[in-house]
C-alpha cells in the first residue's frame, strides 16, 4: 500500500510526523506492507495531515487526520474525503507553478521528470539568449516578490552588462504575515526552483546562485539543500549544465532574522556578511548586485514559475490574467477563515470570492471585518472593497498593494486601531536604520497611535502628518508603505479610532 | 564547555572551514551559534580576524540580527508568532497566557535558565494559526496548554 503523507511544515506542525508514526504501527499490526511517501503540501492547510493513499483510481484522500484515527485509511470513514484532484478547491485552480507541489516526492528527480520538470530546461537550453530572454518578456512575469518589476526587463539588463561574474539570487526571505508560498514550493518541488535559477544563469550569464533563505524556516532549509545534491547528481548544476558546456552551480545561505533583509539591496549587504542596510538606488542591484557584480535578484515564485513557462510557452502563461496582470498568482489565504491555504489561481478573483468563497469565512464564525492584503505593508481592506479584482494596478488604485499575495482576515472582533499601532511597532522594530522618516516616524507613530487611544482626537491630523513624511522620506518600502495598513485603518474603520477619553480625565 | 583556548582553537577551525567562502561572515556566525548555542565574547577576535572586519564592525553585523545571541539561551526556547495572521487567531491572548504561565516577558530567561521566551514575526504557518516553535519544533494552532505540553516533554 503507497500512501503520502506531507512532509510540508504546516502538515507537520499539525502532527504529520505522528501519523506516519501511527500508520506503520498500524501496517505492522495488520501485517501490510506500507510504502510511506513524504510528499509537499497540497495546499489545503485546513485538511492537513492530508493522507493520500493511491488507488486504481487515483489517490485517495483522508484528512485532517490524527495519529488516533489512521485505521481509517485502511477501513474507511468519516475522514475519507475522496479523490483528491477531484476535490472543489483542487479543481477551481490553474495550478502551474504549483503543478508538481503535493503531488510527487520533492527530491525524486524521477518524479520531477516524469511530471514535466527538465522540459523546460530542455527548450530553453535550444534557444538562443535572445530568444530566452524574449519568451521570459512575452510571458508578461513580474516579480512575486511584490514589486512587480517585469522579469524579462531585470534579465535583459544583467545580460547585456558586460562583467567577469554575474549571480542569480534567489530572495527566499519571505517575511511578510499571512504568506508561505515560497516556503511550500521549497519543501514541496525544490527542483522547479533550482531549474528557473539555473535557467536565469544560463540567459543573463551569471554562473553561480544563492538562495538567501529565512533562518524562520528550518524544513525549507533542509530540504533545498537536499535538493541542491540531487541536481548537482542529475547534471542539472555543475560544470555542464544537462551537457551543455555551460557552467551553473548554487547554494543555500540562510538568512538571520530580520525582515528588512527581504529588500534586495539589503539581503545583497547580508549575503556579503555586512548589516543589512538597505543602499541608495542607483546603482540598480542588476549591474552593480553581489560583490559590486551583475545579479539578478528574483523572488522565489517568480523563478519556480520560469520552467512552465519555458515548458508551455510564454503565450501559454500569458493566456490567463487581467490588464497587466499576467499568468497565474498563489493566494495565500491566512488568519481567521474556516479554510486557509494556498489557492494558485490566475489573476483577477476579487476579494470577495477569496474570502467568502474559497476561505469559506472566517474560523470563528463570525462576520469578517478587515482583510490585509500583502503583508505588513500592505492595506486592510474592508468588505465595501471586496470587489477588486486581484491585480497590480488594482491594488494600487485602492490604495493598496498585492505584496507576494498573503491574504489574512480579520473577524469582527479586530481592534484596527490597534493593528494600526502593530504596523508602526513593527516598522520601529525592523527598520534598518538609515532614514529618520523610518527609524524615529515609527516610533512616534506608535506613541501617536496611543495618544488616539487615550481619547485624544487631536493626535489624528499629527498621524496623518507623520504617514506622509514616512512615506516622501523613506529609502525603501519598509518606512515607505507602512502608512498604508495605518492610513487604510484610519480611513475604513474610523470607529475603532474614536476612542471616549478615559474616565479618570 | 570549552575553555577560552580550547574555544578559540574550535572557532578558528570554522572559520578556517569557510575559507574561498563569498560573504562567509553570516555563515560562520550561524556555526559558530549552533555549536556554542550563542556567539561567545572570545570567539570575536578569531572571527573578526578570519574574515578581516574590526571588531566594531562585527559587533555591528552581529546585533543588527535578531538571530544571534551573545549570552546562551534557556535550556528551552519558545518562540511565539507575534504577526498579523496570528493576531487575527487569538495569538496576543495565547502569548499573554504563555508568558503568565511562565513568568515571562519577551526576550527574558527564567532566572533558573530552564526557559527563554522569544517573539517570532511569522513561521510561515500562518493558514493554521497561531503559530510556535518549542525547541525547534514547529506547532500550529498553538495554544497555551500545547506550549507547556511540549515543555514538559523535555523537561521531565
Ligand atoms: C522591506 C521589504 C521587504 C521585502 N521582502 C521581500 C521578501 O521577503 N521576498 C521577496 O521576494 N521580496 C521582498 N521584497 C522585494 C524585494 O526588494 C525585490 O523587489 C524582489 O526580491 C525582487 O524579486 P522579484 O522581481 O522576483 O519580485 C521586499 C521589499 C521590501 C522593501
Ligand atoms: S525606510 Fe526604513 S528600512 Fe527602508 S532604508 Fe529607510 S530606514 Fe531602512
Ligand atoms: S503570521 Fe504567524 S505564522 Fe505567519
Same mark, same amino acid.
Not at chain 1, 58 to 78: N, Y
Not at chain 1, 429 to 443: F, L, M, Y
Not at chain 1, 459 to 473: E, F, V
Not at chain 2, 118 to 141: K, S, T
Given at each position: 500500500?503507497?500512501?503520502?503523507?506531507?512532509?510540508?511544515?504546516?502538515?507537520?506542525?499539525?502532527?504529520?510526523?505522528?501519523?506516519?508514526?501511527a500508520?506503520?504501527?498500524?501496517a505492522?499490526?495488520?501485517?501490510?506492507?506500507?510504502?510511506?511517501?513524504?510528499?509537499?503540501?497540497?495546499g489545503?492547510?485546513?485538511?492537513?495531515?492530508?493522507?493520500?493513499?493511491?488507488?486504481?483510481a487515483?489517490?485517495m484522500?483522508?484528512?485532517?487526520?490524527?495519529?488516533?484515527?489512521?485505521?481509517?485509511?485502511?477501513?474507511?470513514?468519516?475522514?475519507a474525503?475522496?479523490?483528491?484532484?477531484?476535490?472543489?478547491?483542487?479543481?477551481?485552480?490553474?495550478?502551474?507553478?504549483f503543478?508538481?507541489?503535493?503531488?510527487?516526492?520533492?527530491?525524486?528527480?524521477?518524479?520531477?521528470?516524469?511530471?514535466?520538470?527538465?522540459a523546460g530546461?530542455?527548450?530553453?537550453?535550444?534557444?538562443s539568449?535572445e530568444e530566452?530572454l524574449?519568451?521570459?518578456?512575452?510571458?508578461g512575469?513580474?516579480?512575486?516578490?511584490?514589486?512587480?518589476?517585469?522579469?524579462?526587463?531585470?534579465?535583459?539588463?544583467?545580460?547585456?552588462?558586460?562583467?567577469?561574474?554575474?549571480?542569480?539570487?534567489?530572495?527566499?526571505?519571505?517575511?511578510?504575515?499571512?504568506?508561505?508560498?515560497?516556503?511550500?514550493?521549497?519543501?514541496?518541488?525544490?527542483?522547479?526552483?533550482?531549474?528557473?535559477?539555473?535557467?536565469?544563469?544560463?540567459t543573463?550569464?551569471?554562473?553561480?546562485?544563492?538562495?538567501?533563505?529565512?533562518?524562520e524556516?528550518?524544513?525549507a !532549509?533542509a530540504?533545498?539543500?537536499l535538493a541542491v545534491l540531487?541536481?548537482?547528481?542529475?547534471?542539472?548544476?555543475g560544470?555542464?549544465?544537462?551537457?551543455?558546456g555551460i557552467a551553473?552551480d548554487?547554494e543555500?545561505?540562510?538568512?538571520?532574522?530580520?525582515?528588512?533583509?527581504?529588500?534586495?539591496?539589503?539581503?545583497?549587504?547580508?549575503?556579503?556578511?555586512?548589516?543589512g542596510?538597505?543602499?541608495?538606488?542607483?546603482?540598480?542591484?542588476a549591474?552593480e548586485g553581489?560583490?559590486?557584480?551583475?545579479?539578478?535578484?528574483?523572488?522565489?515564485?517568480?523563478?519556480?514559475?520560469?520552467?512552465v513557462?519555458?515548458e508551455r510557452?510564454?503565450?501559454?502563461?500569458?493566456?490567463?490574467g487581467?490588464?497587466?496582470?499576467?499568468?497565474?498568482?498563489?493566494l495565500?489565504?491566512a488568519?481567521?477563515?474556516a479554510?486557509?491555504?494556498?489557492?494558485?489561481?490566475a489573476?483577477?478573483?476579487?476579494?470577495?470570492? !477569496?474570502?467568502?468563497d474559497?476561505?469559506?469565512?472566517?474560523?470563528?464564525?463570525r462576520?469578517?471585518?478587515?482583510v490585509?492584503?500583502?503583508?505588513?505593508?500592505?492595506a486592510?481592506?474592508?468588505?465595501?472593497?471586496?470587489?477588486?479584482?486581484f491585480g497590480?494596478?488594482?491594488?494600487?488604485?485602492?490604495?493598496?498593494?498585492?505584496?507576494?499575495?498573503?491574504?489574512?482576515?480579520?473577524?469582527e472582533s479586530?481592534?484596527?486601531?490597534?493593528?494600526?499601532?502593530?504596523?508602526?511597532?513593527?516598522?520601529?522594530?525592523?527598520?534598518?536604520?538609515?532614514?529618520?522618516?523610518?527609524?524615529?516616524?515609527?516610533v512616534?507613530?506608535?506613541?501617536?497611535?496611543?495618544?488616539?487611544?487615550?481619547?485624544?482626537?487631536?493626535? !489624528?491630523?499629527?498621524?496623518?502628518?507623520?504617514?506622509?513624511t514616512?512615506k516622501?522620506?523613506?529609502?525603501?518600502?519598509?518606512?515607505?508603505f507602512?502608512?498604508?495598513?495605518?492610513?487604510?485603518?484610519?480611513?475604513?474603520?474610523?470607529?475603532?479610532?474614536a476612542?471616549?477619553?478615559?474616565?479618570?480625565e | 564547555?570549552?575553555?577560552?583556548t580550547?574555544?578559540?582553537?574550535?572557532?578558528?577551525? !570554522?572559520?578556517?572551514?569557510?575559507?574561498?567562502?563569498?560573504?562567509?561572515?553570516?555563515?560562520?556566525?550561524?556555526?559558530?551559534?549552533?555549536?556554542?548555542?550563542?556567539?561567545?565574547?572570545?570567539?570575536?577576535?578569531?572571527?573578526a580576524?578570519?574574515?578581516?572586519?574590526?571588531?566594531?564592525?562585527?559587533?555591528?553585523?552581529?546585533?543588527?540580527?535578531?538571530?544571534?545571541?551573545?549570552?546562551p539561551?534557556g535550556?528551552?526556547?519558545?518562540?511565539?508568532?507575534?504577526?498579523?495572521?496570528?493576531?487575527?487567531?487569538g495569538?496576543?491572548?495565547?502569548?499573554?497566557?504563555?508568558?503568565?504561565?511562565?513568568?515571562?516577558?519577551?526576550?527574558?530567561?527564567?532566572?533558573?535558565?530552564?526557559?527563554?521566551?522569544?517573539?517570532?514575526?511569522?513561521?510561515?504557518?500562518?493558514?493554521?494559526?497561531?503559530?510556535?516553535?518549542?525547541?525547534?519544533?514547529?506547532?500550529?494552532?498553538?495554544?497555551?496548554?500545547?506550549?507547556?505540553?511540549?515543555?514538559?516533554?523535555v523537561?521531565?
Amino acid at each position: 500500500m503507497k500512501v503520502y503523507v506531507p512532509l510540508d511544515a504546516a502538515a507537520r506542525a499539525l502532527g504529520a510526523d505522528e501519523v506516519v508514526a501511527a500508520l506503520q504501527a498500524e501496517a505492522m499490526r495488520r501485517g501490510v506492507a506500507l510504502d510511506v511517501v513524504r510528499n509537499g503540501s497540497r495546499g489545503m492547510v485546513w485538511l492537513e495531515p492530508l493522507v493520500e493513499v493511491e488507488t486504481p483510481a487515483g489517490r485517495m484522500g483522508f484528512g485532517p487526520m490524527e495519529a488516533a484515527s489512521v485505521a481509517q485509511v485502511f477501513d474507511g470513514g468519516p475522514l475519507a474525503i475522496g479523490l483528491v484532484e477531484d476535490l472543489p478547491w483542487m479543481k477551481a485552480q490553474t495550478r502551474l507553478t504549483f503543478a508538481r507541489c503535493g503531488v510527487i516526492d520533492p527530491l525524486s528527480v524521477e518524479d520531477y521528470r516524469a511530471h514535466g520538470g527538465f522540459a523546460g530546461l530542455a527548450r530553453a537550453l535550444a534557444m538562443s539568449v535572445e530568444e530566452r530572454l524574449a519568451e521570459v518578456t512575452a510571458s508578461g512575469l513580474r516579480g512575486r516578490g511584490g514589486a512587480g518589476f517585469p522579469t524579462g526587463i531585470k534579465w535583459r539588463t544583467v545580460a547585456g552588462a558586460v562583467a567577469d561574474r554575474k549571480y542569480i539570487v534567489c530572495n527566499a526571505d519571505e517575511g511578510d504575515s499571512g504568506t508561505f508560498a515560497d516556503r511550500m514550493i521549497m519543501e514541496g518541488d525544490p527542483l522547479s526552483l533550482i531549474e528557473g535559477m539555473v535557467i536565469a544563469g544560463i540567459t543573463v550569464g551569471a554562473t553561480h546562485g544563492f538562495v538567501y533563505l529565512r533562518s524562520e524556516y528550518p524544513d525549507a !532549509i533542509a530540504v533545498m539543500n537536499l535538493a541542491v545534491l540531487a541536481a548537482r547528481a542529475a547534471g542539472m548544476l555543475g560544470a555542464s549544465v544537462m551537457g551543455s558546456g555551460i557552467a551553473f552551480d548554487m547554494e543555500i545561505r540562510v538568512g538571520a532574522g530580520a525582515y528588512v533583509c527581504g529588500e534586495e539591496t539589503s539581503l545583497l549587504n547580508s549575503l556579503e556578511g555586512k548589516r543589512g542596510v538597505v543602499r541608495a538606488k542607483p546603482p540598480l542591484p542588476a549591474l552593480e548586485g553581489f560583490m559590486g557584480k551583475p545579479t539578478v535578484v528574483n523572488n522565489v515564485i517568480s523563478l519556480a514559475t520560469i520552467p512552465v513557462i519555458f515548458e508551455r510557452g510564454a503565450a501559454a502563461y500569458a493566456a490567463h490574467g487581467i490588464g497587466r496582470s499576467r499568468g497565474t498568482i498563489p493566494l495565500q489565504i491566512a488568519g481567521n477563515v474556516a479554510r486557509g491555504g494556498l489557492f494558485e489561481a490566475a489573476f483577477g478573483m476579487s476579494l470577495g470570492e !477569496i474570502v467568502d468563497d474559497l476561505a469559506g469565512g472566517t474560523a470563528t464564525g463570525r462576520p469578517v471585518k478587515a482583510v490585509q492584503v500583502g503583508g505588513p505593508l500592505g492595506a486592510y481592506f474592508p468588505r465595501m472593497l471586496f470587489d477588486v479584482p486581484f491585480g497590480y494596478e488594482e491594488y494600487a488604485g485602492q490604495g493598496g498593494l498585492i505584496g507576494h499575495a498573503g491574504i489574512v482576515v480579520f473577524d469582527e472582533s479586530a481592534d484596527m486601531l490597534a493593528q494600526a499601532r502593530f504596523a508602526m511597532e513593527f516598522c520601529a522594530i525592523e527598520s534598518c536604520g538609515k532614514c529618520t522618516p523610518c527609524r524615529i516616524g515609527a516610533v512616534r507613530g506608535a506613541e501617536t497611535i496611543d495618544r488616539i487611544a487615550r481619547g485624544d482626537a487631536s493626535a !489624528i491630523p499629527l498621524l496623518h502628518d507623520l504617514c506622509d513624511t514616512m512615506k516622501a522620506g523613506s529609502l525603501c518600502a519598509l518606512g515607505g508603505f507602512t502608512p498604508y495598513p495605518v492610513l487604510s485603518a484610519l480611513t475604513h474603520f474610523p470607529d475603532d479610532f474614536a476612542r471616549v477619553k478615559e474616565a479618570a480625565e | 564547555m570549552l575553555d577560552e583556548t580550547g574555544l578559540s582553537v574550535r572557532v578558528t577551525e !570554522i572559520v578556517q572551514a569557510h575559507q574561498g567562502v563569498e560573504g562567509a561572515l553570516l555563515p560562520i556566525l550561524h556555526a559558530v551559534q549552533a555549536e556554542f548555542g550563542h556567539v561567545p565574547q572570545a570567539a570575536l577576535p578569531v572571527i573578526a580576524q578570519g574574515v578581516g572586519v574590526t571588531r566594531a564592525e562585527l559587533h555591528g553585523v552581529i546585533s543588527f540580527y535578531h538571530d544571534f545571541r551573545d549570552a546562551p539561551a534557556g535550556q528551552q526556547v519558545v518562540r511565539l508568532c507575534r504577526a498579523e495572521a496570528c493576531q487575527a487567531m487569538g495569538g496576543d491572548a495565547v502569548a499573554a497566557e504563555v508568558q503568565a504561565q511562565l513568568g515571562l516577558g519577551w526576550h527574558e530567561t527564567g532566572a533558573d535558565g530552564a526557559v527563554t521566551l522569544e517573539p517570532v514575526f511569522c513561521l510561515g504557518l500562518c493558514a493554521c494559526a497561531p503559530a510556535a516553535q518549542v525547541n525547534g519544533r514547529l506547532i500550529g494552532r498553538v495554544d497555551a496548554a500545547k506550549v507547556a505540553a511540549h515543555l514538559a516533554k523535555v523537561g521531565a
